[in-house]
C-alpha cells in the first residue's frame, strides 16, 4: 500500500500548492483505477491535515523508469484524451438540440444522448423541431416489450417446471392472507415476473423486493389490458382475479396463450381458483393438458433440487 498526499507537487511548481493542484491529483489518480493501474483503498481529504488517498499498486508498469515508463503513462493519457473528446461530443450534441440545430425531436434526442445512446421514446409533438415537421403529440406511449432492448435470453430460471401453461389452485383464491405465501412459493420455483390483479401490485413489488427473486417484475391486469407495458420473456404467474367478471377471465386466458406462443411455450404459472370457468367450461380442461397443482405442491418442486 501506498499513501499518495494531495498536495504532492510536480516539478516546476512552487512548494505551495492548493485546490487545483489537489483536484488534478484526484483526477490522475482516479484515472489509474480506471485503467486497472491501481486501487484506491482509503480516502482522506481533510484539508486542515495532510489530505492524502492511500492506493494499492496493481499494474508493475506503473513503476518502470525511462521509456518503457513513459510509454505506459502515454497510453494512459491517450485514454485520458479519448474520453475528454467523447464527453466533448456528448455536450455538443446537447447544445445543438437545445439550440435547435439538431435535425430531431428535442425530447427524443435528450434521451438518446442521456438514457439509452438510442431513441427510446416517439416525438414529442411540441417542440420547435416536431411543429416544423407538423408532428401530433401522442395520445398514449406504447411500450414494446422488454425483448426490444432485452435480446440475451435468461437462463437458469424456473427449472423446476414444465414448459407451457401450468394451474395452480391457491389456497387464498381473495389474496387477502395468503398472498404473502403464495408469492413466496412462485418465487420458490423460479417465477420472475408476476400479472396481479388490480391494487395488488404495490403489495407483491413490497414482497419481492425482500425476498430470493432474480428479477421480480409485476404488472397489474389494467396495465396489461391497457397495452402500455408487455411482458418480457421470462417465466410468468398470472393471477386470476377472484369473482372476475367472465370477460376478464376469458381476455386473460386469450393473452396468457398469445404470450406462451410468442416465447417458444416459455413457463407460465395460472393460478385460479378450483372451479373457475371460462365460456361456461372448467379452466382447467380448456387450458393446460396437465392436471392441476394445489399451492403447497408449489413449496414441494421448490424444494426439488
Known amino acids: 500500500m501506498v499513501r499518495i498526499p494531495l498536495d504532492a507537487a510536480r516539478v516546476g511548481l512552487g512548494p ?5 493542484n489537489r483536484q488534478w491529483n484526484m483526477a490522475l489518480l482516479n484515472l489509474l483505477q480506471r485503467t486497472g493501474a491501481i486501487q484506491v483503498l482509503a ?5 486542515k491535515k495532510e489530505p492524502s488517498w492511500t492506493i494499492q499498486i496493481a499494474e508493475s508498469q506503473l513503476l ?6 513513459q510509454g505506459y ?3 494512459l493519457f491517450d485514454l485520458r484524451e479519448r474520453e475528454q473528446q467523447s464527453a466533448r461530443q456528448i455536450v455538443s450534441g446537447f447544445e445543438k438540440l437545445l439550440d435547435g440545430g439538431a435535425d430531431e425531436c428535442l425530447l427524443a434526442g435528450v434521451f438518446e444522448l442521456i438514457e439509452t445512446g438510442r431513441p427510446a421514446v416517439a416525438e414529442c409533438g411540441r417542440c420547435d423541431w416536431c411543429r416544423a415537421q407538423n408532428v401530433t403529440p401522442p395520445t398514449r406511449v406504447r411500450f414494446g416489450g422488454a425483448r426490444s432492448v432485452w435480446q440475451a435470453p435468461v437462463t437458469g430460471t424456473c ?4 414448459l407451457g401453461l401450468t394451474i395452480v389452485h391457491p389456497e387464498d383464491p381473495s389474496y387477502e392472507k395468503g398472498l404473502a405465501t403464495l408469492m413466496g412459493r412462485l418465487v420458490g420455483v423460479g417465477v420472475e415476473q408476476f400479472v396481479v390483479p388490480d391494487g395488488l401490485g404495490e403489495r407483491c413489488v413490497e414482497f419481492l423486493s425482500a425476498s430470493h427473486a432474480r428479477l421480480g417484475f409485476v404488472l397489474e391486469i389494467d396495465e396489461l389490458f391497457r397495452q402500455e407495458w408487455a411482458l418480457a420473456e421470462l417465466p410468468c404467474a398470472i393471477l386470476f382475479p377472484f369473482g372476475a367478471h367472465a370477460e376478464t377471465r376469458k381476455r386473460l386466458l386469450e393473452m396468457a396463450k398469445s404470450w406462451l406462443q410468442d416465447t417458444n411455450h416459455r413457463q407460465l404459472v395460472v393460478v385460479a381458483a378450483a372451479g373457475e370457468q371460462v365460456d361456461g367450461r372448467p379452466l382447467s380442461q380448456i ?8 399451492e403447497h405442491a408449489l413449496e414441494k418442486l421448490g424444494a426439488l433440487q
Do not use: I, M
Open 64 to 69: 518502470q523508469e525511462g521509456r518503457q515508463g
Open 287 to 294: 387450458a393446460s393438458k396437465l392436471a392441476p397443482y394445489n
Open 73 to 75: 503513462f502515454q497510453e
Open 16 to 20: 505551495e500548492t492548493g485546490k487545483l
Open 43 to 47: 480516502v482522506d481529504e481533510d484539508v
Open 159 to 162: 427449472g423446476r417446471l414444465v
